[in-house]
């Protein structure tokens, strides 16, 4: 059974500051990965939706890369801003449809 | 579009009541997943349609738990009799195609936050 990670769980960064998340999944039989934000008490919306045949996708200041046959993802944030607060939870899509989520990083950028 | 629409937002039962929660998905949307959304367990599939028919309903807990697609443009998802370890968020989604075969993305409703007393 496929199985997602994310770490850290939470993060608090100043304003300015350049930083990662990480994601890791067990089975590297994957159709895609993707990063999805959620903020508090709504729904998630994804950010960024990488193939497993590409290394990486951008959009914006988010950068997220992918090493499938290392199960590892990781997120890439520019210059981060109090807006980018949220919660981030990469997915994986393997045999079946539905997606597999890791937990999430609570993110938390300082003014 | 108006979005996945998720009703209600918020619901409080006692045990042993039922529960239905509703979704109206993106119009042209072939697919729709529930998920339940815990502290202790994530995000997690519980089932999911595709052109109104169930195909992978292995996340659903138990017995307690049905779905229902009865058109491309409605789903309820009903838990009876409901229990306080059910509380959770419930999201619905969906998608143009299926995850696996492009690099369409799944769109979320804003849940249903559910508390069992």
Not at chain 1, 82 to 87: E, L
Not at chain 1, 96 to 103: E, P, Q, R, S, Y
Not at chain 2, 17 to 41: A, N
Not at chain 2, 57 to 76: H, I, L, W, Y
Request: charged share 20%.
């Amino acid at each position: 059974k496929q199985e997602v990670t994310q770490i850290p769980a939470a993060l608090s960064v100043p304003e300015g500051e350049n930083l990662v998340l990480n994601c890791s999944f067990t089975d590297s039989a994957i159709y895609n990965l993707q990063w999805f934000r959620q903020d508090p008490g709504k729904g998630l919306t994804s950010l960024l939706l990488i193939q497993s045949s590409q290394r990486e996708q951008t959009s914006g200041r988010l950068n997220a890369s992918l090493d499938k046959s290392s199960g590892r993802s990781t997120l890439y944030i520019a210059a981060s801003q109090p807006g980018d607060s949220a919660t981030y939870l990469c997915a994986v899509v393997g045999g079946a449809d539905g997606l597999t989520f890791g937990k999430g990083t609570h993110l938390i950028i300082q003014p | 579009d108006a979005g996945v629409i998720q009703s209600p937002r918020h619901e409080v039962t006692e045990m042993g009541q039922e529960v239905t929660l509703r979704c109206k998905p993106i119009s042209g949307h072939d697919y729709l997943f529930w998920y339940r959304q815990t502290m202790m367990r994530g995000l997690e599939l519980l089932i999911y349609f595709n052109n109104n028919v169930p195909i992978d309903d292995s996340g659903m807990p138990e017995d307690r738990f049905s779905a229902k697609m009865p058109n491309a443009s409605f789903s309820t998802l009903k838990i009876q009799p409901s229990e306080p370890r059910d509380s959770a968020v419930y999201f619905c989604a969906s998608s143009l195609t299926g995850q696996g075969t492009s690099t369409d993305t799944q769109y979320f409703g804003p849940g249903t936050r559910l508390t069992v007393l």
